[in-house]
Nanobody, 125 residues
Framework: QVHVVESGGGSVQAGGSLRLSCTAS????????MGWFRQTPGKERQGVAI???????AYASSVKGRFTISQDNAKNTLYLQMNSLKPEDTAMYYC???????????????????WGQGTQVTVSS
C-alpha cells in the first residue's frame, strides 16, 4: 500500500513555470513506478510523465522538452517541473504509484494503483 499526496499547483500566466511535488508514504519501495497524470472535465486521464529508479523516464509528446520529472528517493518525493506553460496544460494533476511490469513503467493510468487527490494547475493566456 502506497499513499501519495500532491502539492504545488496554482495559477500562472502562459510562459510561466510551476513545480509540483508528491510525497509518498507506506510501502514506497524502489520497485514502484511513479508518475504524473492530468485530467480535464469530460476527458480521460492523460499520462504526463513517468519515472522509475532503474528504467528512466518517459513523457507525453505534448510536454516533452517543457516538463521534467524527477525524484528524491531519500525524501520519497516526486517532482514535476513545468516550464513554458500553455493554456492547454490547464488540468487537475495527479500523482500516482504502481508496480513495475516486466521491468518497465508505462505511461498508462491502467498500470497505476495508488492515486493522490490531485492539484489544480491553471494557465491563463
Amino acid at each position: 500500500q502506497v499513499h501519495v499526496v500532491e502539492s504545488g499547483g496554482g495559477s500562472v500566466q502562459a510562459g510561466g513555470s510551476l513545480r509540483l511535488s508528491c510525497t509518498a508514504s507506506g510501502d514506497a519501495s524502489t520497485s514502484y513506478c511513479m508518475g504524473w497524470f492530468r485530467q480535464t472535465p469530460g476527458k480521460e486521464r492523460q499520462g504526463v510523465a513517468i519515472i522509475a529508479r532503474d528504467s528512466g523516464t518517459a513523457y507525453a509528446s505534448s510536454v516533452k522538452g517543457r516538463f521534467t520529472i524527477s525524484q528524491d528517493n531519500a525524501k520519497n518525493t516526486l517532482y514535476l517541473q513545468m516550464n513554458s506553460l500553455k493554456p492547454e496544460d490547464t488540468a487537475m494533476y495527479y500523482c500516482a504509484a504502481g508496480p513495475i511490469y516486466s521491468g518497465r513503467c508505462y505511461l498508462d493510468s491502467g498500470f497505476f494503483h495508488y492515486w493522490g487527490q490531485g492539484t489544480q494547475v491553471t494557465v491563463s493566456s
